[in-house]
């Protein structure tokens, strides 16, 4: 568990656009390469999680922590519109049904988050690119998120900065 810090910085490397997309061939369509990244940043700092757990009849996040309720999410930054890599405009003959696609996946989201805090989960999400460009970071996000439940449950409501806390260190 412990020596092996810094491999993440070159593995990242390997994401950046290779033209025929082999690397993505025998990639599955849940476990993503930041979604395999968080959890082992958060199974290193002591969090245990259960992986695609069905938390409500129509939602299951892609990790939970069960012993803090805390549900997870790992979002693309293409289909959720991270502000940084989101497509902000939408053009041509298509432009209608792009935008009326990517409602739709923000109106899921916001049903899932409700569902989940109506079955007494909380909810973070973490956006794909802040797992890129710092994994350790990320999971401590999710660690504090963990902890506030015990720290303060009933005055904070947990909230988290919304804006990403995280350092941009490379490529934006
Ligand atoms: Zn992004």
Redo the contacts with the bound molecule.
């Keep these: 568990m412990k020596g092996d810090t810094d491999h993440d910085e070159s593995r990242r490397q390997t994401w950046v656009s290779t033209s025929a997309g082999s690397h993505l061939l025998h990639r599955r369509s849940r476990d993503t390469t930041p979604e395999l990244q968080l959890r082992r940043e958060v199974h290193r700092l002591g969090l245990r999680f259960r992986v695609h757990k069905r938390v409500t009849p129509r939602c299951t996040p892609d990790f939970v922590l069960p012993r803090w309720q805390l549900a997870v999410f790992v979002d693309g ?2 289909w959720h519109g ?5 497509m902000k405009r939408f053009k041509g003959p298509n432009a209608q049904l792009w935008r009326e696609k990517f409602e739709a996946n923000l109106e899921r989201d916001r049903r899932n988050n409700a569902s989940l805090a109506e079955a007494g989960w909380r909810v973070v999400r973490v ?4 797992v ?1 460009s710092d994994a350790t970071g990320a999971a401590r996000l999710v660690r504090d998120r963990a902890y506030e439940d015990t720290a303060d449950r009933t005055s904070s409501n947990g909230s988290v900065a919304a804006s990403s806390p995280f350092p941009s260190r490379d490529d ?1």
Aim: net charge negative.
């Design positions: 930054c293409f991270c502000p940084q890599h989101g956006w794909e690119c802040d890129h934006r």
